[in-house]
């Protein structure tokens, strides 16, 4: 499916029918690799967290491997986050169960002889960069060549990569149909990124597998500040192209370059600005949020990244505090609502379809 | 109906059978003119409030007219609250869509044309004295003349009034019943309005279309200090009448009339005092309560407003701090309880049964 | 049934099944005298507490006799215990009703002859010794010769008594379970009582009709610093028997008896220790948890009083929280979770099948 804007509503929404849009209610997509924390998060210190619905502790072995088990032993329901690590073990604090970690208890003290078939569940997790990513669906289609691929996370020298986190209490539909979406910079982001002109450009959206991308191209127009002024450029006239792509439920891309035909000595004619976004839901209306943004130019300058991370801090402050209180809204006001979508809701609601039809998959 | 009050247990009661009396459980009445707010509170600034379980913006026009919408964008649920008023639109902050006073969306900036059938929903409103009433209900029966007339409030000549407001955690069934009962005076407010004579007086309450008027007299008496005081007639003995009303679910008032017989020199024969008492309610279990203390003498001094503030405010935090302790009662109590009623009750219950009549209609 | 611990496991438990076991969900079990308070907390001061799901009031007689009524009034749900006390009479707060000591309505001051059928639910209690028990199930079945008889608690002259109280978010199916196992000792309570010898000495369990009795007979051990340390003999070898009894859902006690042989001049040969464990729950998810340890020697000792406060304190904490972390997790776990027991989780098994059973017959 293909489609260019045409302005009109779209109409209501009856969000529950068959084919059609996710929203906050709909049950998580379990059956995708989400990221469960910076990979330096996870250490030799157990680390609870819950993650698209399940209670996990996160650690690694004396090797550095990553495990995820589900934080609860399956004995007496102790969380396994309170408990100690010896060598590559996790002991429960309550009877002593050790745990391997594949999730095989290799001794419960308690007893002379080890039970040979104890085990707590263990989550497939992977460190792919400066994220470790895990798999909490059907544990024989946590397929690792799904993890998208993000080089430029790892790649630091080509790239500069500044990053930061947050944790919402909103719901990931929301997101990634903000994330979509650009006609609200304007509006929620008038001293950061919003341009009118911006919001108003053209753009193809297209569904690829299970993807969404959406493409804008602007010529000969003023650079926006965020990545203008780290460049140096914001004197010039310059083109500007745009790809956005809604990867899984798990992660959105944005990919920004900015052409200077007329590139001052020792400068270059082109900029890439990777952006990633990976966010998972604890549940139906909270989220966890990592951010990365990437630069192709100068990156080990602690000046642009400053730059780089307040520009963007900024914005995701403004997106985010805007999601909490839609949020509040949809869990507070009883009154019946429909939604209302217009033309420029179709890259976002070709997103929310396929957030539906994963959900639907699994339940 | 009429009666006169005569001491016997009335039974218990079986409060959700048909016929029978609301209880906090009751669905709201909503086909009923509400406070939404004291008038100059509503402005220039967008007001969000919950009012019979509606979620309602409220602001005015450049012409200082009010408006009351929908709290909830119908496009993606941002609260309207949160947007900018331009002129006498409300424009949403997320995409900038903009509402004129009547609820029709005249722009809708990331669209070159503007969808001519958006609206977002708006509730009539209406100025009256130092308030503003809002109808939450089904609008073709928003009618205007239904607004209890309270002339006394919008007359600083003839009267001097002073008013407060409090939000609590209590419903406004239980509200009403405390507001029509005096029974309770001695017990819960013995040091300000309580005497033992005045709880036991004869009244006589009736029912008139669907309002409650209760009625006392009584004769040469010492006058009771909230109003003897400012009067300065502590010393006389007075005769004094009173009329409690439940107007409707929105409005009681109390008025009380003293009079002395042998004036002295210079001052009224007759003192009256007109008590409003305006309650919203939040949903079943939290109040909006807006209360004014009208008096017909010495309109514009200030020790008696103080006078007044200081006496009310306290026995209406008895009042409202019972009702809170009741609620939490209600809810954390999960045995079975079957309420308990007595002929004083009758004024307390008929009102109630009102409520229920109301509500059934509704739902 | 008699069982030794044999070590295997015992599979997975199906809770909710006929025959089996309680666990947090199950209803709690209401005929049964449990503790409503320390004899002392009760006094002329009325007292709220929620008590096996009753929201009672606790007060005295003028004579001294504890009396607990519903903190309800039947007539507008006010809770009494916001009332005052005249003589033995509990004075609504709201309308003055006076309900006498066996919550017969005595008088309502708004009615000129008081009905004659209105009481309020009354609940047997009892003091014996430092603690009031209370009967918030079936009326008839209340029988004083029930209350589990704790002499040692009464007796200063024999025993020397500390006692503590904790309020937790747990639930007391868990509480039983943990007294009754010992397994975990040297996990939880590392750095007080838990030797690794002791947790997997030979026990056996015993229903007696019931009641769960566990014992264990330890030889020539060094003693634990608990008991060793206040009647320093650390440097001894002792031997070592103890019972826990799981004796009511709302008791546990555990006596220890220390024999030493070969005692110093002018010391006893044997040591007797007897901690009581009064928990009684408030609802599915928390507790009130009184706790006494009774010494036989030197019972006015201070230093012993401190010291056994102390060193109890500590361990009856880590339970707690450990108690507390594992209610967290089966309330915020929605994963389906299958619980799993070994041999040695028998006699806690036995108990939470008498829980099981007790529950079911009033259900």
Same mark, same amino acid.
């Given at each position: 499916?293909?489609?260019?804007?045409?302005?009109?509503v +779209?109409?209501?929404?009856?969000?529950?029918?068959?084919? @059609?849009?996710?929203?906050?209610?709909?049950?998580? *997509?379990?059956?995708?690799?989400?990221?469960?924390?910076?990979?330096?998060?996870?250490?030799?210190?157990?680390?609870?967290?819950?993650?698209?619905g399940?209670?996990?502790v996160?650690?690694?072995?004396?090797?550095?491997?990553? *495990?995820?088990?589900r934080?609860?032993c399956p004995?007496?329901s102790?969380?396994?986050?309170?408990?100690?690590?010896?060598? !590559?073990? +996790? #002991?429960? /604090?309550?009877?002593?169960?050790?745990f391997?970690?594949d999730?095989?208890?290799?001794?419960?003290p308690? %007893?002379?002889?080890?039970?040979?078939?104890?085990?707590?569940? &263990?989550?497939?997790?992977?460190?792919?960069g $400066?994220?470790?990513? #895990?798999w909490?669906?059907?544990?024989? %289609?946590?397929d690792?060549? %799904?993890?998208?691929? +993000?080089?430029?996370?790892? !790649?630091d020298?080509?790239? /500069?990569?500044?990053t930061?986190?947050?944790?919402?209490?909103?719901d990931?539909v929301s997101?990634h149909? @903000?994330?979509?979406?650009?006609?609200?910079?304007?509006f929620?982001?008038?001293?950061?990124?919003?341009?009118p002109?911006?919001?108003?450009?053209?753009?193809?959206?297209? &569904?690829?597998?299970?993807?969404?991308?959406?493409?804008?191209?602007?010529?000969?127009?003023?650079?926006p500040?965020?990545? /203008?002024?780290?460049?140096?450029?914001?004197?010039?006239? #310059?083109?500007?192209?745009?790809?956005a792509?809604?990867?899984? $439920?798990?992660?959105?891309?944005?990919?920004?370059?900015?052409?200077?035909?007329?590139?001052?000595?020792?400068?270059?004619? +082109?900029?890439?600005?990777?952006?990633?976004?990976?966010?998972?839901?604890?549940?139906?209306?909270?989220?966890?949020?990592?951010?990365?943004?990437?630069?192709?130019?100068?990156?080990?300058d602690p000046?642009?990244?400053?730059?780089m991370?307040?520009?963007?801090?900024?914005?995701?402050?403004? !997106?985010?505090?805007?999601?909490?209180? #839609?949020?509040?809204?949809?869990?507070? !006001?009883a009154?019946?609502?429909?939604? %209302?979508?217009?033309?420029?809701?179709?890259?976002?609601?070709?997103?929310?379809?396929?957030?539906?039809?994963?959900a639907?998959?699994e339940?």
């Open positions: 499916m293909t489609l260019t804007t045409d302005e009109t +779209l109409g209501a929404m009856e969000p529950h029918e068959p084919g @059609n849009f996710a929203t906050h209610a709909t049950p998580l *997509v379990r059956n995708c690799w989400y990221v469960a924390a910076r990979a330096d998060e996870i250490g030799r210190t157990p680390l609870a967290r819950k993650l698209v399940a209670d996990v996160l650690y690694r072995t004396e090797a550095g491997e990553p *495990v995820a088990m934080n609860r004995h007496r102790f969380p396994l986050a309170r408990g100690t690590l010896e060598g !590559d073990r +996790l #002991i429960c /604090g309550y009877h002593g169960m050790e391997e970690a999730g095989v208890c290799v001794n419960m308690a %007893l002379s002889s080890t039970p040979s078939t104890v085990t707590v569940r &263990t989550y497939p997790v992977v460190d792919r $400066p994220v470790t990513w #895990i909490v669906g059907a544990p024989d %289609l946590a690792e060549s %799904l993890i998208p691929d +993000l080089p430029w996370l790892s !790649d020298v080509e790239w /500069g990569t500044v930061g986190h947050f944790h919402i209490e909103a990931y997101m149909e @903000n994330l979509i979406d650009q006609t609200h910079f304007p929620l982001h008038p001293g950061t990124v919003g341009t002109e911006y919001a108003r450009s053209k753009l193809t959206a297209t &569904t690829e597998h299970d993807q969404v991308v959406i493409r804008r191209e602007l010529s000969d127009c003023a650079p500040g965020v990545y /203008g002024r780290p460049a140096e450029i914001m004197h010039k006239r #310059i083109d500007r192209s745009s790809e792509r809604f990867v899984s $439920p798990a992660v959105h891309t944005a990919f920004a370059r900015i052409t200077d035909h007329d590139p001052d000595p020792g400068k270059p004619g +082109l900029y890439r600005y990777n952006i990633t976004h990976c966010f998972t839901p604890e549940s139906n209306t909270a989220i966890h949020y990592w951010w990365f943004v990437s630069r192709d130019y100068r990156p080990r000046a642009i990244d400053r730059f991370v307040e520009a963007h801090e900024q914005a995701y402050s403004e !997106d985010l505090e805007a999601l909490e209180w #839609i949020m509040d809204v949809v869990r507070n !006001d009154d019946p609502h429909i939604e %209302l979508s217009f033309a420029t809701d179709k890259p976002g609601l070709m997103a929310r379809r396929i957030l539906f039809r994963l639907r998959k339940n």
